[in-house]
């Protein structure tokens, strides 16, 4: 099935199924996401948004990333989790604009390990944040950018 068909049937298909009424507006779309979270301007900002009072270091928390990045535009990360009852994974980056990159549901029983590309304006510590059991645990790791970057 070429792509058009697939989103031209895929369109239908949903657009019946709320007409039905089996299927309702805020369910047709993606979970929305937590603009709040996106505008943290710290790590501390963004576990109070999330709910929570503060977070410790963990071990358990897993971090794959290089140490140089020699394009701050295209920066490989891998994030696990080792604890129990992980529920969602957020990647912060210190310097960047929006310090938050990305935040991952987790849903129960499920690996608790993500991949991304993030794009880094310069030389920064990320933080990989893990919710588990709700409760926060965090690892950071320093990137030293050497060429590009958001800041160009």
């Known amino acids: 099935m070429r792509r058009r068909e697939f989103v031209k049937t895929g369109s239908a298909v949903l657009s019946a199924l709320m007409a039905a009424g089996f299927v309702s507006f805020e369910e047709?779309?993606?979970?929305?996401?937590?603009?709040?979270?996106?505008?943290?301007?710290?790590?501390?900002?963004?576990?109070?948004?999330?709910?929570?009072?503060?977070?410790q270091e963990s071990a358990l928390v897993g971090i794959d990333a290089p140490e140089i990045a020699e394009n701050g535009a295209v920066v490989p990360i891998a994030v696990s989790s080792e604890l129990g009852?992980?529920?969602?994974?957020?990647?912060?980056?210190?310097?960047?604009?929006?310090?938050?990159?990305?935040?991952?549901?987790?849903?129960?029983?499920?690996l608790a390990e993500v991949q991304t590309r993030v794009k880094m304006a310069?030389?920064?510590?990320?933080?990989?944040?893990?919710?588990?059991?709700?409760?926060?645990?965090?690892?950071?790791?320093?990137?030293?950018?050497?060429?590009?970057?958001?800041?160009?």
């Open 28 to 55: 047709a779309h993606a979970e929305a996401w937590n603009k709040a979270a996106f505008e943290a301007k710290s790590l501390e900002d963004l576990i109070r948004v999330l709910g929570g009072s503060g977070a």
């Open 85 to 110: 009852g992980t529920q969602a994974i957020a990647v912060v980056i210190e310097k960047n604009p929006n310090v938050v990159a990305a935040i991952f549901s987790i849903p129960d029983g499920t």
């Open 122 to 152: 310069q030389t920064s510590n990320l933080f990989a944040i893990v919710k588990a059991d709700g409760k926060f645990h965090y690892a950071a790791k320093e990137i030293k950018v050497t060429l590009g970057g958001c800041g160009g």
